[in-house]
């Protein structure tokens, strides 16, 4: 079964993906097919939505590219469908059942923290999405993210 993408938002420059960015994430209730809410902070668009021109991991330009695949964020998020795998912790080399690296748009992943707010709540905070172009088969042998073993985690 082949499933369509979703389509590429197309806006006039950066200031109208930023204001797109700010309506429709930051201030948005966002939730995954979970019903767990995503917060999104202002600061999140200059680290999804520009690149490294040097490779250096300074992000310095602009992307037009990433930009225009914003709103498959929420249908990543939202999709029953999606594939969820646990977040690698590179610094110490393990899985993390509290990060957790959504797919349902090809090669499109979406990065989440997860954590228990003090009413017991499970919520969740962007971390970035990319095109996981290079990574796309080392994250899909990652083992599967479940929500019962992230509250878990979280002593929830």
């Known amino acids: ?54 490779r250096n991991g300074v992000k310095d330009q602009f992307s037009q590219d990433r930009s225009q695949r914003m709103d498959w964020i929420i249908h990543t998020l939202a999709d029953p469908n999606a594939d969820w795998y646990q977040g690698w912790i590179k610094a110490r080399k393990v899985y993390d059942t509290t990060r957790s690296v ?36 080392k994250i899909r042998q990652s083992p599967a993210w479940t929500l019962e073993e992230c509250e878990n985690a979280l002593g929830i």
């Open 1 to 54: 079964m082949v499933v369509s993408l979703p389509p590429y938002l197309m806006l006039a420059d950066e200031a109208a993906y930023q204001i797109h960015f700010m309506n429709n994430f930051v201030k948005a209730d966002v939730r995954t097919h979970h019903g767990i809410r995503v917060h999104f902070k202002a600061a999140d668009f200059g680290h999804a939505f520009y690149e490294s021109t040097q």
């Open 102 to 137: 959504a797919v349902a748009c090809g090669d499109f992943v979406v990065v989440l923290k997860f954590r228990a707010r003090r009413d017991g709540q499970i919520v969740a905070n962007f971390v970035t999405c990319y095109f996981a172009d290079n990574s796309i088969n």
